[in-house]
């Protein structure tokens, strides 16, 4: 899908409504909420922060948590592991500095009024 001029980013990875609105599921905001949850937005591994992002949706894909725009997330590398950090993309998602357009809910002005509808 394209980005209308009033949504486009400079942001790679992100598309938008014609409204202007980030498109983003709900697992993607899960697993970035999960990373709110550590200690400065960080995990040690893929896999620990799968464990997190698991409290929110049991039945979650790895592929979820891997997938996010390198905006959102940047990983680095940790001896045999891979760890994540919540980028400042991410963070401003979250904070609500973002309009937003979750998949099969809709229009949200902010992550506490997308939780508040679940």
């Known amino acids: 899908m394209a980005s209308s001029d009033a949504g486009s980013s400079l ?6 409504t014609k409204a202007g609105r ?3 599921t709900s697992r993607q905001l899960m697993a970035l909420n999960a990373l709110l949850d550590t ?8 896999a620990e922060w ?15 948590v891997w997938r996010l725009p390198t905006s959102w997330v ?3 590398s940790r001896g045999r592991r891979i760890g994540a ?7 401003e998602i979250l904070d ?5 357009h979750i998949h099969g809910v809709g229009h949200v002005s902010s ?8």
């Open 85 to 91: 950090i919540l980028g400042p993309r991410g963070r």
């Open 11 to 16: 942001y790679k990875g992100e598309r938008f």
């Open 22 to 24: 980030l498109l983003i």
């Open 96 to 100: 609500g500095k973002v309009p937003l």
């Open 50 to 64: 799968f464990r997190l992002v698991q409290r929110y949706d049991e039945y979650l894909h790895p592929d979820s």
């Open 39 to 46: 200690p400065h937005g960080e995990v040690g591994s893929l």
């Open 74 to 76: 940047r990983t680095k």
């Open 111 to 118: 992550i506490k009024e997308w939780l508040q509808r679940r």
